[in-house]
C-alpha cells in the first residue's frame, strides 16, 4: 500500500507525517536552547544541530509536497461539519507554509549575520541575502513569531487528532498511524 486511497493514507505519506513530526517537534526544542543557551561551544554546537536539521526539514517538505500532489488525499469522515473541514484544511495550509516559512526565514538570518555553515558538515549554505544586521534582528523575530505560531497550531492539531479518535471516534487518527488499515 504506497499510495494513498480516498480512505486512507498510503505508507510513504505516513513516514513523512511521522518523520517530520518528530523532526520537527526536536527542532523547536532546539531552537529555544540553542537561542536562549550562555555563549559557549555547546550553544554553537546546539545552532549547528539546530540549522542542519532545519534544512533537512526543508527538503522533506519538498518531496512530501510532490508525493501528496501525485496521490489522492483521503477524504474526511461524512459526518464533520462545516466549521470543522474548513479548520482541518486551513491548518493543514498553514502546518505546510510553516514548514517551508520557517527554515526560509532561518536561513535568512544565518546568511544576513554572515555566518559560514556547512549543513551536517558537508554542504555549504549559500547565503540568500546580502550580509545586514538590521535585517538579521528583524527576521530572527519573525522566525521566533512563526515558532510560536507553529507551536499554537501544533496544539490544535494535535488535539483535533485526540478529540477524533476519542470523542467523535472516527478512523481519522487511526488511519495516519503505522501499520496497515482497513476501513471499517
Ligand atoms: C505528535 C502528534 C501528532 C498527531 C497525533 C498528528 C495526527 C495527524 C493525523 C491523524 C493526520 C491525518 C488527518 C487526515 O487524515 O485528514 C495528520 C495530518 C497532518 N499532520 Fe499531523 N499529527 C501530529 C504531529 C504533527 C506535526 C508535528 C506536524 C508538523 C508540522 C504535523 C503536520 C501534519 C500535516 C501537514 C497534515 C496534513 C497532511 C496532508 O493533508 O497532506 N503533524 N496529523
Ligand atoms: C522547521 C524548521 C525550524 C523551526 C521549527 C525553528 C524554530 C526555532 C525556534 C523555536 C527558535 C528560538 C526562537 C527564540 O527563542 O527566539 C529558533 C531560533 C533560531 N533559528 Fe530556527 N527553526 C527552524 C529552522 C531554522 C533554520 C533552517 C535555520 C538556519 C539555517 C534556523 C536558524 C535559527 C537561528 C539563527 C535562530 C536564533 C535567532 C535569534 O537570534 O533569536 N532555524 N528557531
Given amino acids: 500500500m504506497l ?8 505508507a510513504p505519506a505516513k513516514l513523512f507525517h511521522w518523520v517530520m513530526a518528530a523532526l520537527i517537534l526536536a527542532q523547536i526544542a532546539l531552537g529555544l536552547m540553542a537561542a536562549n ?4 561551544p555547546t550553544k554553537i554546537e546546539l ?8 534544512m533537512l526539514i526543508l527538503a522533506l517538505v519538498a518531496l512530501r ?3 501528496r500532489l501525485a496521490n489522492p488525499t483521503p477524504l474526511l469522515p461524512p459526518g464533520m461539519a462545516a466549521w470543522e ?4 484544511r486551513l491548518s493543514h495550509l498553514l502546518l505546510y507554509a510553516l514548514m517551508i516559512a520557517l527554515p526560509v526565514t532561518g536561513w ?8 559560514p555553515f556547512r549543513i551536517f ?6 547565503a540568500i541575502v546580502a550580509p545586514d544586521e538590521p535585517t538579521a534582528d528583524l527576521v530572527a523575530w519573525v522566525h521566533g513569531g512563526l515558532a510560536a505560531l507553529l507551536a499554537l497550531v501544533l496544539v490544535a492539531h494535535i488535539g483535533a487528532a485526540l478529540r477524533h479518535h476519542f470523542v467523535k471516534r472516527d478512523t481519522v487518527l487511526e488511519r495516519m498511524l503505522p501499520g496497515a488499515w482497513r476501513a471499517p
Fill in 37 to 40: 543557551w550562555r555563549l559557549s
Fill in 121 to 126: 558538515w558537508l554542504i555549504p549554505l549559500p
Fill in 85 to 88: 473541514r474548513a479548520a482541518a
Fill in 3 to 10: 499510495r494513498n486511497a480516498s480512505d486512507s493514507w498510503g
Fill in 65 to 67: 509536497l510532490l508525493w
Fill in 108 to 115: 535568512i538570518v544565518n546568511s544576513a549575520s554572515n555566518v
Fill in 47 to 54: 545552532f549547528f544541530w539546530h540549522k542542519s536539521t532545519g
